[in-house]
């Protein structure tokens, strides 16, 4: 398993401002990635973090609004920008390990709880 | 599309009682098959997994079983307790990411 920590562990924000958070691991990891949870819902990925390039969004994520950073194997950043009370939510860092070679097993940070006002 | 659908909740259970909780997935290809749990105020869990079809993955008394027949992956408990109350979420991986069902809030009382 991996050990994640996540700052802030939550933030009040106003609306038209950005947030930068950031997720540490405490060892070397191929795959990282961010999800977001909307209060009461399930969670849904943003981006794949990847090392030395430009993240992959998923459908309906931009960079301009999320942009990520991923410098080295071991930390990610991601941006909450021009927020608005709709990106009140809690973000969440995960990383993905292989398990015994057989396919992945996935890890999650405690969370940054984010509201906008 | 690619998804996973899960019962809905909340579920109320006495303790010791039998827990079920269903989840099918639709999916190209075999992918692995995840429960995950949320304790209030807590971060997100890894509860079990299995990797393959007609495995069993199982973890502090919780199992389930991947169907590959009826694309199914639910979780059961024979005797719940107050501290198994939390929101238990479904999802397969496929290339390292994770697509969750929709969540089931479990709440077991005394």
């Known amino acids: 398993s991996a050990v994640i920590s996540q700052k802030p562990s939550r933030d009040i924000c106003q609306r038209g401002t950005s947030l930068t958070i950031q997720c540490q691991v405490d060892?070397?990891?191929?795959?990282m990635f961010w999800y977001r949870q909307q209060p009461g819902q399930s969670l849904t990925l943003i981006a794949t973090a990847n090392q030395g390039s430009e993240a992959t969004y998923e459908s309906g994520f931009v960079i301009d609004k999320f942009p990520i950073s991923r410098p080295n194997l071991t930390f990610s950043t991601l941006t909450v920008s021009n927020m608005s009370p709709e990106d009140s939510s809690i973000y969440l860092c995960?990383?993905?390990?292989?398990?015994?070679?057989?396919?992945?097993?996935?890890?999650f940070g405690p969370g940054t709880r984010l509201t906008v006002t | 599309g690619n998804s996973v659908t899960q019962m809905e909740g909340p579920v109320t259970l006495s303790e010791e009682a039998f827990l079920t909780i269903n989840c099918t997935y639709t999916a190209t290809g075999y992918p692995s098959l995840f429960w995950y749990v949320q304790y209030p105020g807590e971060g997100l869990q890894l509860l079990l997994k299995a990797t393959k079809a007609d495995d069993k993955g199982s973890n502090k008394g919780f199992e389930a079983t991947y169907r590959k027949e009826t694309t199914s992956f639910h979780l059961e408990k024979g005797s719940v307790q107050v501290s198994d109350s939390a929101v238990y979420f479904c999802?397969?991986?496929?290339?390292?990411?994770?697509?969750f069902g929709t969540g089931t809030r479990l709440q077991v009382t005394l």
């Open positions: 995960s990383v993905a390990t292989t398990a015994g070679g057989v396919g992945y097993e996935q890890y």
């Open positions: 999802a397969w991986s496929w290339g390292g990411k994770l697509t």
């Open positions: 060892s070397q990891v191929t795959m």
